[in-house]
């Protein structure tokens, strides 16, 4: 199985909303960020993966099984964590893993125990005394120690504050590297994405605007500061997706940055004062103005 997830032309509409034929694959073993703003169709494609929600169109595949139809047996190897997890207030984190244990058989003890150790939480402690990050934390330990073959983690930092976010993050990274799993990854925050996931899907207004190696994404994409003089003509560069004037200054964003765009500039006259990396952010909001702009 070389996709763990595979979307084919999926689609749903609602009287306010259309998810536009989408293309979603998720390598086995990778842990995919998948990257949007609020209502931009990351819940419905999430619902739709986990059988919760069923296309309008087109063909999902997880862990091999079509969904929906084969919902049920696809669930025992998912495991779904998000921030507003529903636990159990007044049972103790030790009851929960007693729950998790006679439900699931491929429940692992030691590693529920090394999990509790590691995410600093107490057994006996009842869930109504939890933080909201000892909460996403307990979710995320009663996830994990079934051993799911596919991890979803739904906006799963929201709500916590900076220091518990990065806290969560760090110790989520630690915990997800140290397995070989396949994870989703959704959340507007792209810095959250950008610190666990290998690759990056983007999506907006109900559509993939790219989906791709992280590290090649961020290798692409940069902003060139030139010095021009005039007359200048800016000459046709791969992946331009911003240009802006200001007198004799320009400032060039491309997402297929290389040899090939300095050589075409410098031939063109311009003066390179400066080649600026993009963080994830930077590009994901370039992305969806030069999408607004084409649909303008």
Known sequence: MDNAIECKQVGKSYPHFRLDDIDLSVPAGSVMG???????GKSTTLRIIMGLVHQDHGEVTVLGRSMPDQQIAAKWEIGYVSEDMRLYPTL????????MESIFPEWDGAYAESLLDRF??????????????????????????????LLILDEPTTGLDPVARRRTLEEMA????????????????????????????????GSILFSEDKEALLDGWRRIRLQISDGFELPRLPGVVEVR???????????????AVSSSLGRAGASISAVERL??????LASISAREGVAS
């Not at 998948?34 to 931009?40: A, D, I, M, T, W």
């Open 34 to 40: 998948f990257v949007g703003p609020n209502g931009s």
């Open 92 to 99: 103790t984190l030790a009851s929960h893993m007693r729950l």
């Open 120 to 149: 600093g939480l107490i057994r006996e402690q009842k869930v109504k005394g939890l933080s909201h990050g000892q909460r996403v934390k307990a979710g995320l330990l009663m996830v994990l120690a079934r051993r799911p073959k």
């Open 174 to 205: 630690a915990v997800l590297h140290d397995e070989s799993r396949t994870i989703l990854f959704s959340s507007h925050n792209t810095l959250d994405v950008e610190q666990l996931s290998d690759r990056i899907t983007f999506i907006a207004d």
């Open 245 to 259: 004037r200001n007198g004799k200054l320009v400032v060039v964003t491309t997402s297929q940055f290389g040899e």
């Open 279 to 284: 963080t994830l952010e930077e590009i994901f």
